[in-house]
T-cell receptor
């Protein structure tokens, strides 16, 4: 099976712009979650989606949003970018509902730099 | 509040030495705990989870509810164990994981 695929891998934006990141989960996985990784804060949970519904949301401002499509692919959007949004954004998928709950399969990440 | 604490940022040992990476947690419910590992230039991946009570690559971790700990142990470290290790807590059996800040393990030859 192909792994979790994230696009783009790298991007540079300026303050005030917006960005959309995409994630294709492992085939058959219906749960997708997003994490922000920074040197200062480590790995922080952003959102979790299952069957196109947001199940959990982390403590991030409303500028951070996401969605999931019927084919389980997911996107996240960050509007009005700030310098502090520079980070590696990781997407993970899982086969929720089986004994594998909690085993997340991570993508390589999208590295966002805000100038 | 739910929290995972890994007190050591860096742990350096020589090959063949025992290793213990510490993890403490605070959680109001019944915890589901995991260790994730990231080797150089690889993706973050699951190493082991407490419910399976298994040994992976020689690593074991025991959940101690009294001490709210889930330390990762290996009796004899290998150079290929050098990586970043993250302890994580599953939020009420969802895919919302609360991660610790990670411990970098360096195993010298």
């Amino acid at each position: 099976k192909a792994g979790v695929t994230q696009t783009p891998r790298y991007l540079i934006k300026t303050r005030g712009q917006q960005v959309t990141l995409s994630c294709s989960p492992i085939s058959g996985h219906r749960s997708v979650s997003w994490y922000q990784q920074t040197p200062g804060q480590g790995l922080q949970f952003l959102f979790e989606y299952f069957s196109e519904t947001q199940r959990n949301k982390g403590n991030f401002p409303g500028r951070f949003s996401g969605r999931q499509f019927s084919n389980s692919r997911s996107e996240m959007n960050v509007s009005t970018l700030e310098l502090g949004d520079s980070a590696l954004y990781l997407c993970a998928s899982s086969s929720v509902g089986t004994e594998n709950t909690g085993e997340l399969f991570f993508g390589e990440g999208s590295r966002l730099t805000v100038l | 509040a739910q929290r995972v604490t890994q007190p050591e940022k860096l742990l350096s040992v020589f090959k063949g030495a025992p290793v213990e990476l510490k993890c403490n947690y605070s959680y109001s419910g019944s915890p589901e705990l995991f260790w994730y590992v990231q080797y150089s230039r690889q993706r973050l991946q699951l190493l082991l989870r407490h419910i399976s009570r298994e040994s992976i690559k020689g690593f074991t971790a025991d959940l101690n509810k009294g001490e709210t700990s889930f330390h990762l142990k290996k009796p004899f470290a290998q150079e290929e164990d050098s990586a970043m290790y993250y302890c994580a807590l599953s939020y009420y059996n969802t895919d919302k994981l609360i991660f610790g800040t990670g411990t970098r393990l360096q195993v010298f030859p």
